[in-house]
């Protein structure tokens, strides 16, 4: 990633350390001697941000703010001085400027404020782009959909990538959720960052909470060292909490802590360890009601609900189903190095009749499987194998158990035997392929 910084010093010597400096931390550099010939360049270098002395003969650093403020309102500016007046600094920052740093400079301070200010201006970006797809409403990434429900979420991502808040993401199993957790990560400054998913039921608790929170030596029978936890290893990137929804009381407390304070405990620990990971939650489930019931505790679901996305079942966005079926059978064709097969409007319309319990899920397995069974390059409404017209079927049916042991060779192939590959690319869990494997009695 390269990005590009505009330097203005009317001293040479500092002109030319400078540029050093910033080249070595893998920045692009135009440099200009005074402020005049800066503004000249303005256009030709489009830098992401102007570095720039205050005191020069001729138009001074602060005259320079004013003008790329008006020329050019997303540049970022930082100022330098060797006289750190108040009243300049306060004039420098009231006209707009990003951040002010005092000569001598520490190289560490300067590459902390420019890291600073390009993360600032990607996040910038990535909520500009969001809310310019409204002209192009298509996609937000991977993310597909025209229902004015999925345009809000859409929106809704783009300005969450641009802060830090948690969220919590709702919706029926297979709209989308982890999806959306992803999309607000991916398009956040922190993006280089680790988002780390981790399903709340897939491990008893106790070993979910040393996995989350790590633990010290000695903490339980075989914690023969130290281990950091997740929450560490994400740094400033993104807990991915999914099925937030079925976690116990005991659990529930130590994630509310992290909300509240930024601490984790790791397990058997003394000190809690401060954590600036972002925390997006996940559930399936209705919180309201397990809330009412006294399953899920209320302080927490407050506290998550502050900034909350939900995704309306693929059933209420019908405009969305084509649109889908479309970016999905391209997606899996790609994935299955098959060309790409054509949905005919009888196709289309028998998507439309469906209920799709299973959501985009579940369209995206339907699809998967029908794009094996299609012939001659056309998906036609019996391959989707949606139980109406069964009677057409019954053919189908027959021959459906030798097309089924042939995809699932043709894939363990493709991926060269990688049984968790395969499960992937099929879109089933592992226990699924261990027994369709049995079934068809493939190796
Ligand atoms: N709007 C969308 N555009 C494109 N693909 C989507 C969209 N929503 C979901 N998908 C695809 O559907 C599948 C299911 O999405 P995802 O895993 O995010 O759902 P989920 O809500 O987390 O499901 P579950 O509750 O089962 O965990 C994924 O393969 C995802 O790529
Ligand atoms: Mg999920």
Redesign the pocket.
């Known amino acids: 990633m390269a990005r590009r910084v505009l330097l203005v010093d009317d001293d040479a010597t500092v002109l030319n350390s400078l540029a050093g400096a910033l080249a070595d931390i893998g920045l692009e550099v135009a440099a200009a001697e005074s402020a005049e010939t800066a503004l000249g360049k303005l256009a030709e270098v489009a830098p992401d941000l102007v570095l720039s002395d205050i005191r020069m003969p001729g138009l001074d650093g602060i005259e320079l703010l004013k003008l790329v403020r008006e020329r050019a309102p997303s540049v970022d500016v930082v100022l330098m001085t060797a006289y750190d007046d108040m009243p300049t600094v306060v004039r420098a920052m009231r006209e707009g400027a990003f951040d002010f740093l005092v000569k001598p400079i520490n190289l560490d301070e300067l590459e902390e404020v420019l890291g600073k200010a390009l993360r600032d201006r990607r996040a910038r970006e990535a909520a500009r782009r969001a809310v310019e797809d409204e002209a192009e409403p298509y996609r937000l990434d991977?993310?597909?959909?025209k229902d004015p429900q999925?345009i809000g979420v859409f929106k809704l991502v783009g300005q969450l990538a641009a802060s830090r808040v948690n969220v919590l993401v709702r919706?029926a199993?297979?709209?989308?959720?982890?999806?959306?957790a992803r999309a607000i990560h991916f398009n956040s400054a922190d993006a280089d960052e680790p988002f780390v998913p981790v399903n709340c039921t897939a491990l008893p608790e106790t070993l979910l909470e040393s996995e989350l929170f790590g633990h010290v030596r000695g903490a339980f029978t075989g914690a023969v060292g130290d281990r950091r936890g997740r929450f560490a290893l994400a740094g400033r990137g993104t807990i991915f909490l999914?099925e937030i929804g079925e976690t116990s009381s005991e659990f529930q407390v130590k994630i509310l802590r992290v909300l509240e304070d930024g601490e984790v405990h790791p397990v058997g620990g003394e000190k809690p360890e401060h954590t600036e990971a972002r925390v997006i939650a996940?559930t399936?489930r209705d919180l309201d009601s397990l809330v009412e019931e006294g399953r899920f505790r209320e302080d927490l679901y407050y506290r998550l609900k502050v900034v909350e996305i939900v995704?309306p079942p693929l059933r209420e966005r019908p405009t969305d189903i084509p649109l889908?079926a479309r970016?999905?059978v391209r997606k899996a064709s790609q994935r299955l190095h098959q060309t790409e097969p054509a949905l005919p409007d009888s196709t289309v319309e028998a998507l439309l009749e469906h209920d799709w319990p299973g959501n985009?899920?579940e369209l995206?397995n339907c699809l998967t499987r029908a794009i094996a069974l299609s012939t001659g390059g056309v998906i036609r409404p019996e391959h989707l194998g949606l139980g109406r017209g069964a009677e057409q079927q019954a053919g189908v049916f027959r021959a459906l158990d030798d097309v089924e042991a042939e995809h699932v060779r043709r894939v363990l192939f493709g991926v060269g035997g990688n049984k968790a590959k395969a499960a992937r690319v099929l879109g089933i869990s592992k226990p699924r392929l261990y027994r369709l494997l049995e079934k068809h009695g493939i190796e």
């Open positions: 991977e993310l597909v959909g999925m919706g199993s297979g709209t989308g959720k982890e999806m959306v999914d996940a399936n995704l889908l970016h999905l985009v899920r995206e």
